[in-house]
Protein backbone atom coordinates (compact mmCIF):
# COMPACT_ATOMS: atom_id res chain seq x y z
CA UNK A 1 0.00 0.00 0.00
CA UNK A 2 1.42 3.42 -1.01
CA UNK A 3 0.67 6.25 0.92
CA UNK A 4 1.16 8.56 -1.77
CA UNK A 5 -2.29 8.05 -2.75
CA UNK A 6 -4.63 9.45 0.09
CA UNK A 7 -7.34 11.84 -0.75
CA UNK A 8 -6.64 15.27 0.45
CA UNK A 9 -8.74 17.99 1.51
CA UNK A 10 -8.94 19.39 -1.98
CA UNK A 11 -11.11 16.06 -3.07
CA UNK A 12 -13.70 16.81 -0.68
CA UNK A 13 -16.57 18.49 -1.23
CA UNK A 14 -16.69 20.89 1.96
CA UNK A 15 -19.51 23.71 0.91
CA UNK A 16 -21.86 23.93 3.97
CA UNK A 17 -20.70 20.81 5.51
CA UNK A 18 -20.13 20.33 8.96
CA UNK A 19 -15.70 19.03 8.60
CA UNK A 20 -14.20 17.82 11.66
CA UNK A 21 -10.50 18.37 11.82
CA UNK A 22 -8.00 16.80 13.85
CA UNK A 23 -5.22 19.19 14.57
CA UNK A 24 -2.31 19.53 16.48
CA UNK A 25 -2.68 22.00 18.73
CA UNK A 26 -0.48 20.49 21.66
CA UNK A 27 1.49 23.84 22.09
CA UNK A 28 4.03 24.38 24.09
CA UNK A 29 2.81 26.14 27.83
CA UNK A 30 3.79 28.17 30.58
CA UNK A 31 1.28 28.90 33.49
CA UNK A 32 -1.16 29.12 30.85
CA UNK A 33 0.39 30.85 28.46
CA UNK A 34 1.30 29.43 25.08
CA UNK A 35 4.69 29.92 24.67
CA UNK A 36 5.24 28.51 20.68
CA UNK A 37 2.35 28.62 18.97
CA UNK A 38 3.88 27.28 15.81
CA UNK A 39 1.70 24.12 16.04
CA UNK A 40 -1.38 26.67 15.67
CA UNK A 41 0.18 28.30 12.95
CA UNK A 42 1.27 24.74 11.08
CA UNK A 43 -2.34 24.05 11.17
CA UNK A 44 -3.60 27.45 9.53
CA UNK A 45 -3.50 26.30 5.57
CA UNK A 46 -6.00 23.65 6.59
CA UNK A 47 -7.78 25.94 7.81
CA UNK A 48 -8.33 28.87 5.40
CA UNK A 49 -8.91 26.20 2.19
CA UNK A 50 -11.64 24.86 5.06
CA UNK A 51 -13.05 28.61 5.53
CA UNK A 52 -12.25 29.92 2.13
CA UNK A 53 -14.42 26.89 0.74
CA UNK A 54 -17.59 27.44 2.96
CA UNK A 55 -16.89 24.34 5.43
CA UNK A 56 -18.38 24.60 9.18
CA UNK A 57 -15.35 23.70 10.34
CA UNK A 58 -14.84 21.93 13.77
CA UNK A 59 -11.51 21.90 14.80
CA UNK A 60 -10.45 19.24 17.58
CA UNK A 61 -6.76 18.46 18.99
CA UNK A 62 -5.46 16.73 22.33
CA UNK A 63 -3.35 18.98 24.59
CA UNK A 64 -1.05 17.60 27.21
CA UNK A 65 -1.93 14.71 29.30
CA UNK A 66 -5.13 15.42 31.39
CA UNK A 67 -5.49 11.67 31.21
CA UNK A 68 -9.11 11.42 30.54
CA UNK A 69 -10.12 13.64 32.76
CA UNK A 70 -11.57 17.22 32.36
CA UNK A 71 -8.97 19.48 33.44
CA UNK A 72 -9.18 23.15 33.23
CA UNK A 73 -5.46 23.15 33.58
CA UNK A 74 -5.79 21.15 29.92
CA UNK A 75 -8.32 23.61 28.80
CA UNK A 76 -7.69 24.46 24.61
CA UNK A 77 -8.89 27.99 25.58
CA UNK A 78 -5.69 29.33 24.56
CA UNK A 79 -5.86 28.26 21.06
CA UNK A 80 -9.45 29.19 20.43
CA UNK A 81 -7.94 32.73 21.01
CA UNK A 82 -4.57 32.12 19.28
CA UNK A 83 -6.85 30.93 16.54
CA UNK A 84 -9.06 33.93 15.98
CA UNK A 85 -5.93 36.15 16.09
CA UNK A 86 -4.54 34.25 13.40
CA UNK A 87 -7.84 33.82 11.30
CA UNK A 88 -9.19 37.26 12.30
CA UNK A 89 -12.20 35.96 12.90
CA UNK A 90 -14.14 34.77 16.48
CA UNK A 91 -12.93 30.83 16.58
CA UNK A 92 -15.52 29.68 19.85
CA UNK A 93 -14.59 27.08 22.44
CA UNK A 94 -16.89 24.66 23.03
CA UNK A 95 -17.25 23.56 27.10
CA UNK A 96 -17.02 20.03 26.23
CA UNK A 97 -15.78 17.50 23.52
CA UNK A 98 -18.87 15.63 22.27
CA UNK A 99 -21.55 16.49 24.41
CA UNK A 100 -24.57 19.16 24.40
CA UNK A 101 -22.28 22.30 23.74
CA UNK A 102 -20.39 20.77 20.89
CA UNK A 103 -23.57 19.52 19.62
CA UNK A 104 -24.96 22.73 19.83
CA UNK A 105 -22.26 25.00 18.47
CA UNK A 106 -21.61 22.56 15.63
CA UNK A 107 -25.54 22.76 14.80
CA UNK A 108 -25.11 26.34 14.77
CA UNK A 109 -21.97 27.17 12.78
CA UNK A 110 -22.81 28.68 9.53
CA UNK A 111 -20.94 27.96 6.61
CA UNK A 112 -17.12 29.56 6.91
CA UNK A 113 -17.35 29.72 10.49
CA UNK A 114 -15.36 27.95 13.21
CA UNK A 115 -14.99 26.31 16.73
CA UNK A 116 -12.88 24.36 18.62
CA UNK A 117 -14.14 21.34 20.34
CA UNK A 118 -12.53 20.95 24.33
CA UNK A 119 -9.34 19.02 24.57
CA UNK A 120 -9.78 15.54 23.02
CA UNK A 121 -8.07 13.96 26.01
CA UNK A 122 -10.77 14.88 28.43
CA UNK A 123 -12.74 12.00 27.32
CA UNK A 124 -11.34 8.68 28.79
CA UNK A 125 -12.51 6.33 25.51
CA UNK A 126 -9.47 8.70 23.26
CA UNK A 127 -6.68 7.49 23.59
CA UNK A 128 -8.51 3.50 24.30
CA UNK A 129 -9.84 4.06 20.29
CA UNK A 130 -13.11 3.46 22.02
CA UNK A 131 -15.63 2.98 18.88
CA UNK A 132 -18.46 4.76 21.14
CA UNK A 133 -16.19 7.70 21.34
CA UNK A 134 -15.67 7.53 17.53
CA UNK A 135 -19.06 7.36 16.55
CA UNK A 136 -19.68 10.33 18.96
CA UNK A 137 -16.85 12.49 17.20
CA UNK A 138 -18.58 11.71 13.63
CA UNK A 139 -22.02 12.47 15.11
CA UNK A 140 -20.67 15.87 15.23
CA UNK A 141 -19.62 16.50 11.16
CA UNK A 142 -20.26 15.31 7.81
CA UNK A 143 -16.65 15.05 7.00
CA UNK A 144 -13.38 14.24 8.79
CA UNK A 145 -10.01 16.07 8.05
CA UNK A 146 -6.87 13.94 9.98
CA UNK A 147 -4.14 17.36 9.83
CA UNK A 148 -2.58 15.74 13.48
CA UNK A 149 0.45 14.26 11.84
CA UNK A 150 2.60 14.57 15.11
CA UNK A 151 -0.44 12.13 16.30
CA UNK A 152 -0.09 9.88 13.28
CA UNK A 153 1.38 7.01 14.85
CA UNK A 154 -1.41 7.28 17.70
CA UNK A 155 -4.82 4.36 17.02
CA UNK A 156 -6.50 7.14 18.86
CA UNK A 157 -10.78 7.89 18.30
CA UNK A 158 -10.10 11.35 17.19
CA UNK A 159 -7.08 10.36 15.22
CA UNK A 160 -7.93 7.01 13.86
CA UNK A 161 -11.11 5.62 14.65
CA UNK A 162 -13.70 8.60 13.98
CA UNK A 163 -12.63 7.53 9.99
CA UNK A 164 -14.57 4.43 10.26
CA UNK A 165 -17.76 6.16 10.34
CA UNK A 166 -16.64 9.60 7.91
CA UNK A 167 -15.72 10.26 4.72
CA UNK A 168 -12.01 11.14 5.12
CA UNK A 169 -8.78 13.05 3.72
CA UNK A 170 -5.74 14.57 4.90
CA UNK A 171 -4.72 18.55 5.51
CA UNK A 172 -2.16 20.07 3.73
CA UNK A 173 0.27 19.42 6.82
CA UNK A 174 -0.28 15.95 6.82
CA UNK A 175 -0.29 15.51 3.05
CA UNK A 176 3.48 17.66 2.95
CA UNK A 177 4.77 14.96 5.33
CA UNK A 178 3.66 12.23 3.55
CA UNK A 179 4.69 13.69 -0.08
CA UNK A 180 8.49 14.43 0.90
CA UNK A 181 8.72 11.34 3.61
CA UNK A 182 6.75 8.93 1.20
CA UNK A 183 8.71 9.84 -1.86
CA UNK A 184 12.14 9.71 -0.70
CA UNK A 185 11.21 6.40 1.27
CA UNK A 186 8.99 4.59 -1.69
CA UNK A 187 10.89 5.99 -4.98
CA UNK A 188 14.27 7.79 -3.62
CA UNK A 189 16.53 9.93 -6.31
CA UNK A 190 19.62 8.24 -5.90
CA UNK A 191 22.25 8.13 -4.33
CA UNK A 192 20.24 8.20 -1.40
CA UNK A 193 22.37 8.59 2.03
CA UNK A 194 20.65 7.86 5.58
CA UNK A 195 21.97 9.66 8.05
CA UNK A 196 21.57 8.43 11.76
CA UNK A 197 22.98 9.36 15.02
CA UNK A 198 21.12 10.37 18.62
CA UNK A 199 22.18 8.27 21.97
CA UNK A 200 21.28 4.27 21.48
CA UNK A 201 21.18 1.79 18.93
CA UNK A 202 18.13 0.58 20.67
CA UNK A 203 16.20 3.93 19.98
CA UNK A 204 16.93 3.34 16.12
CA UNK A 205 17.22 -0.72 15.28
CA UNK A 206 13.86 -0.08 12.89
CA UNK A 207 15.01 2.91 11.27
CA UNK A 208 18.39 1.73 10.54
CA UNK A 209 16.96 -1.66 9.36
CA UNK A 210 14.43 0.06 6.92
CA UNK A 211 16.87 2.16 5.46
CA UNK A 212 19.22 -0.29 4.81
CA UNK A 213 17.05 -1.83 2.02
CA UNK A 214 16.85 1.62 0.48
CA UNK A 215 19.91 3.40 0.74
CA UNK A 216 23.38 3.43 -0.64
CA UNK A 217 25.13 5.14 1.74
CA UNK A 218 24.53 4.50 5.96
CA UNK A 219 26.35 7.04 8.15
CA UNK A 220 26.12 5.72 11.96
CA UNK A 221 27.40 8.81 14.16
CA UNK A 222 26.04 9.89 17.51
CA UNK A 223 26.38 7.72 20.67
CA UNK A 224 25.15 4.98 18.86
CA UNK A 225 28.49 4.60 17.01
CA UNK A 226 29.87 3.45 20.15
CA UNK A 227 28.25 -0.17 20.22
CA UNK A 228 29.13 -0.62 16.04
CA UNK A 229 32.90 0.27 17.52
CA UNK A 230 32.42 -2.60 20.41
CA UNK A 231 31.34 -4.76 17.91
CA UNK A 232 34.60 -4.51 15.37
CA UNK A 233 36.45 -5.19 18.70
CA UNK A 234 37.09 -1.48 19.56
CA UNK A 235 37.19 -0.15 23.40
CA UNK A 236 35.11 2.36 24.05
CA UNK A 237 36.60 3.63 27.30
CA UNK A 238 32.67 4.91 28.94
CA UNK A 239 31.16 5.84 25.79
CA UNK A 240 27.60 5.36 25.80
CA UNK A 241 27.23 1.39 24.79
CA UNK A 242 25.13 -1.02 24.40
CA UNK A 243 26.41 -4.37 25.05
CA UNK A 244 23.29 -6.15 24.47
CA UNK A 245 22.70 -4.70 21.11
CA UNK A 246 26.55 -5.55 20.12
CA UNK A 247 25.15 -8.81 17.81
CA UNK A 248 22.80 -6.91 16.24
CA UNK A 249 25.28 -3.76 15.23
CA UNK A 250 27.33 -7.04 13.70
CA UNK A 251 24.12 -8.14 11.73
CA UNK A 252 23.42 -4.65 10.89
CA UNK A 253 27.22 -4.56 9.27
CA UNK A 254 27.07 -7.82 7.72
CA UNK A 255 23.52 -6.57 6.10
CA UNK A 256 24.91 -3.21 4.53
CA UNK A 257 28.02 -5.14 3.35
CA UNK A 258 25.91 -8.21 1.66
CA UNK A 259 23.11 -5.19 -0.12
CA UNK A 260 26.42 -3.38 -1.33
CA UNK A 261 25.86 -0.36 1.20
CA UNK A 262 28.18 1.93 1.90
CA UNK A 263 28.58 1.91 5.75
CA UNK A 264 30.41 5.04 7.59
CA UNK A 265 31.00 5.29 10.76
CA UNK A 266 33.35 7.66 12.63
CA UNK A 267 37.12 7.39 12.40
CA UNK A 268 38.12 10.07 15.43
CA UNK A 269 36.08 11.37 17.70
CA UNK A 270 35.67 14.13 20.35
CA UNK A 271 36.09 12.59 23.73
CA UNK A 272 35.37 13.58 27.01
CA UNK A 273 35.99 12.88 30.93
CA UNK A 274 32.57 13.35 31.92
CA UNK A 275 29.27 13.74 30.95
CA UNK A 276 29.17 17.30 31.36
CA UNK A 277 29.39 20.45 28.73
CA UNK A 278 32.52 22.34 30.14
CA UNK A 279 35.05 19.00 30.81
CA UNK A 280 38.05 18.12 29.46
CA UNK A 281 37.47 17.18 25.61
CA UNK A 282 40.23 16.01 23.18
CA UNK A 283 40.16 14.29 20.02
CA UNK A 284 41.39 10.35 19.36
CA UNK A 285 40.38 7.58 16.78
CA UNK A 286 38.19 5.52 17.23
CA UNK A 287 40.60 2.39 17.55
CA UNK A 288 42.08 4.76 19.95
CA UNK A 289 39.87 5.53 23.16
CA UNK A 290 41.69 5.51 25.93
CA UNK A 291 40.23 4.36 29.62
CA UNK A 292 37.64 6.37 31.31
CA UNK A 293 37.08 8.91 28.09
CA UNK A 294 33.74 9.02 26.02
CA UNK A 295 32.81 9.91 22.79
CA UNK A 296 30.62 12.98 23.00
CA UNK A 297 30.87 14.00 19.62
CA UNK A 298 32.41 12.84 16.20
CA UNK A 299 36.35 14.46 15.15
CA UNK A 300 37.45 16.54 12.37
CA UNK A 301 38.50 13.64 10.20
CA UNK A 302 35.29 12.26 10.13
CA UNK A 303 33.40 14.98 9.83
CA UNK A 304 35.41 15.35 6.40
CA UNK A 305 34.59 11.90 5.84
CA UNK A 306 30.85 12.02 5.96
CA UNK A 307 30.85 15.76 4.25
CA UNK A 308 32.60 14.06 0.96
CA UNK A 309 29.75 11.12 1.22
CA UNK A 310 26.75 13.45 2.07
CA UNK A 311 27.80 16.13 -0.88
CA UNK A 312 26.84 14.87 -3.91
CA UNK A 313 23.49 13.35 -2.34
CA UNK A 314 20.25 13.83 -4.49
CA UNK A 315 18.49 12.22 -1.32
CA UNK A 316 19.26 12.79 2.25
CA UNK A 317 17.38 11.09 5.25
CA UNK A 318 18.72 12.35 8.64
CA UNK A 319 17.55 11.26 12.31
CA UNK A 320 19.62 11.80 15.20
CA UNK A 321 22.85 14.49 16.07
CA UNK A 322 26.28 13.44 15.69
CA UNK A 323 27.32 14.67 19.24
CA UNK A 324 25.75 15.89 22.37
CA UNK A 325 24.68 18.85 19.95
CA UNK A 326 23.50 20.78 22.60
CA UNK A 327 26.76 21.38 24.54
CA UNK A 328 28.86 24.14 22.26
CA UNK A 329 31.92 21.93 23.10
CA UNK A 330 30.25 18.82 21.16
CA UNK A 331 27.96 20.13 18.72
CA UNK A 332 30.64 20.66 16.05
CA UNK A 333 30.03 17.30 14.18
CA UNK A 334 26.03 17.97 13.76
CA UNK A 335 26.97 21.25 12.38
CA UNK A 336 29.55 20.34 9.82
CA UNK A 337 26.88 17.69 8.93
CA UNK A 338 24.43 20.11 8.91
CA UNK A 339 26.47 22.09 6.41
CA UNK A 340 27.25 19.11 3.83
CA UNK A 341 23.06 18.37 4.31
CA UNK A 342 22.59 21.98 3.19
CA UNK A 343 25.50 21.95 0.82
CA UNK A 344 23.55 18.97 -1.06
CA UNK A 345 20.27 20.68 -1.00
CA UNK A 346 21.68 23.60 -3.16
CA UNK A 347 22.55 21.01 -5.13
CA UNK A 348 18.96 19.94 -6.12
CA UNK A 349 18.79 17.19 -3.28
CA UNK A 350 16.11 16.61 -1.36
CA UNK A 351 17.08 16.56 2.69
CA UNK A 352 14.27 15.41 5.58
CA UNK A 353 15.18 16.06 9.03
CA UNK A 354 13.31 13.22 11.25
CA UNK A 355 13.12 13.73 15.28
CA UNK A 356 12.22 15.78 17.98
CA UNK A 357 15.63 16.22 18.90
CA UNK A 358 17.49 16.20 15.20
CA UNK A 359 14.55 18.81 14.34
CA UNK A 360 14.71 20.60 17.35
CA UNK A 361 19.22 20.76 16.48
CA UNK A 362 19.02 21.68 13.07
CA UNK A 363 16.58 24.65 13.85
CA UNK A 364 18.81 25.79 16.54
CA UNK A 365 22.31 25.35 15.11
CA UNK A 366 20.44 27.88 12.20
CA UNK A 367 19.54 25.19 9.59
CA UNK A 368 16.63 25.50 9.37
CA UNK A 369 16.00 27.16 5.86
CA UNK A 370 18.94 24.87 4.26
CA UNK A 371 16.71 21.88 4.74
CA UNK A 372 13.78 20.79 2.36
CA UNK A 373 11.88 19.23 4.92
CA UNK A 374 11.77 19.21 8.84
CA UNK A 375 9.42 16.39 10.28
CA UNK A 376 6.53 18.20 12.63
CA UNK A 377 6.40 15.24 13.86
CA UNK A 378 8.79 13.76 16.13
CA UNK A 379 7.83 10.21 16.85
CA UNK A 380 5.49 9.74 14.24
CA UNK A 381 8.14 10.97 11.39
CA UNK A 382 10.47 7.98 13.08
CA UNK A 383 7.55 5.37 12.87
CA UNK A 384 7.74 6.64 9.42
CA UNK A 385 11.41 5.99 9.26
CA UNK A 386 10.64 2.57 9.82
CA UNK A 387 8.42 1.87 7.33
CA UNK A 388 5.39 1.27 9.80
CA UNK A 389 1.68 1.85 8.57
CA UNK A 390 0.67 5.06 10.68
CA UNK A 391 -2.97 4.63 11.94
CA UNK A 392 -3.49 8.29 11.29
CA UNK A 393 -2.65 7.96 7.86
CA UNK A 394 -4.12 4.74 7.14
CA UNK A 395 -7.57 5.45 8.02
CA UNK A 396 -7.77 8.22 5.57
CA UNK A 397 -9.93 6.86 2.39
CA UNK A 398 -8.06 6.49 -1.16
CA UNK A 399 -8.24 8.44 -3.80
P1 LIG B 1 15.74 12.18 17.82
O1 LIG B 1 14.88 12.71 18.94
O2 LIG B 1 15.94 13.20 16.74
O3 LIG B 1 15.27 10.86 17.30
P2 LIG B 1 17.63 11.04 19.64
O4 LIG B 1 16.70 11.26 20.77
O5 LIG B 1 17.87 9.65 19.20
O6 LIG B 1 17.22 11.94 18.39
O7 LIG B 1 19.07 11.60 19.98
C1 LIG B 1 19.31 12.84 20.55
C2 LIG B 1 20.13 12.74 21.77
O8 LIG B 1 21.29 11.95 21.57
C3 LIG B 1 20.60 14.09 22.22
O9 LIG B 1 20.06 14.38 23.48
C4 LIG B 1 22.11 13.95 22.27
O10 LIG B 1 22.68 14.60 23.38
C5 LIG B 1 22.30 12.47 22.39
N1 LIG B 1 23.64 12.04 21.94
C6 LIG B 1 24.19 12.20 20.73
N2 LIG B 1 25.46 11.74 20.70
C7 LIG B 1 25.71 11.27 21.94
C8 LIG B 1 26.86 10.67 22.56
N3 LIG B 1 27.98 10.45 21.86
N4 LIG B 1 26.75 10.31 23.86
C9 LIG B 1 25.61 10.52 24.54
N5 LIG B 1 24.52 11.08 24.02
C10 LIG B 1 24.56 11.46 22.73
MG1 LIG C 1 14.75 12.10 20.96
Not at 148 to 175: E, I, K, N
Not at 302 to 328: D, Q
Request: overall charge negative; hydrophobic content about 40%; proline content about 3%.
Amino acid sequence: MSVLNKKTVEDLDVAGKKVLVRCDFNVKMENGVITSDKRVVAALPTVKYLIEHNARVILCSHLGRPKGQVNPEFSMKPVAQCLSKYLGQEVKLADDVVGESAHALADSLKDGEVMLLENVRFEAGETKNDPELSKSFASLAELYVNDAFGSAHRAHSSTAGVADYLPSAVGYLMQTEIDVMGKALENPVRPFVAILGGAKVSDKIGVIENLIDKCDTLIIGGGMAYTFFAALGHTVGTSICETDKIDLAKELMAKAEAKGVKFLIPVDNRVGLEYKPDTEHKVVDSDDIPDGWMGLDIGAKTEALFSEAIKNAKTVVWNGPMGVSEWENFASGTIAVAKAVAEATDNGAVSIIGGGDSAAAVKKLGFSDKMTHISTGGGASLEFLEGKELPGIACIDEK
